[in-house]
């Protein structure tokens, strides 16, 4: 299935350093920074990762983000807002360094329960592993997630650590062939993290 496409006519944009956001995913970002306007629940905006200057400059014919601002947040004294991804959009213009236009992108949506386990057991296997604070709230969060393009979305914001590899699996537009890229790059995790845990045994 291809969705409908929307356009978006000067919306806010916010760039980040290496940083993805996925849709159906969370991010904590400043509420204000120098030169652009506060923001507060319910505001739209787009949001970019960039890699080096000449990314920063020319964001546009890129992908993005879609993404609202749910809550207002304190950290440790810093006003913070929480965004949730909502799609991938095309980045058609950019009106200054703090507005652009924006509409959605073509995406194959294909629904397939059988990759959707395959991408579930995955990343409880890796969680397992991987035994951090947050692996009980993530495998209760996927026990959830009945959609294909949610469940790639989810996996690859939250246990894909790679810039590169994130920015490719951002970039994919049809369902099957990112669930097969995120599959691929689980594993490649799941053998670098092994590696780890062997060699630290023997010592």
């Not at 000067?10 to 159906?24: E, Q, S």
């Not at 799941?190 to 780890?196: H, P």
Request: proline share 2%; with cysteine.
């Amino acid at each position: 299935m291809i969705y409908n496409m929307n356009v978006y006519k000067h919306i806010n944009l916010r760039i980040f350093y290496k940083k993805i956001l996925f849709p159906f995913s969370n991010m904590e970002i400043p509420e204000f920074l120098r030169g652009q306007s506060r923001l507060v629940p319910g505001d739209s905006l787009i949001v970019v990762p960039v890699w080096n200057l000449w990314s920063f400059l020319f964001p546009s014919n890129r992908i993005g983000t879609l993404a609202k601002v749910t809550r207002t947040l304190d950290s440790r004294g810093i006003a913070m807002v929480e965004i949730r991804g909502i799609n991938r959009v095309n980045i058609k213009r950019r009106q200054s360094l703090l507005f652009a236009d924006c509409s959605d992108t073509e995406e194959n949506i294909h629904e397939n329960s059988d990759m959707i386990e395959k991408l579930r057991k995955k990343a409880q296997e890796f969680v397992f592993l991987i035994d951090i604070n947050e692996s009980d709230r993530l495998i209760y969060l996927m026990n959830f997630i009945s959609s294909l393009n949610e469940m790639t979305d989810f996996l690859s914001n939250y246990f894909i650590s790679d810039f590169r590899d994130k920015l490719r699996l951002l970039n994919e537009t049809d369902v099957n062939s990112r669930s097969n890229l995120l599959l691929a790059q689980l594993d490649k995790q799941l053998v670098k993290v092994n590696k780890l845990k062997n060699r630290i045994s023997l010592q």
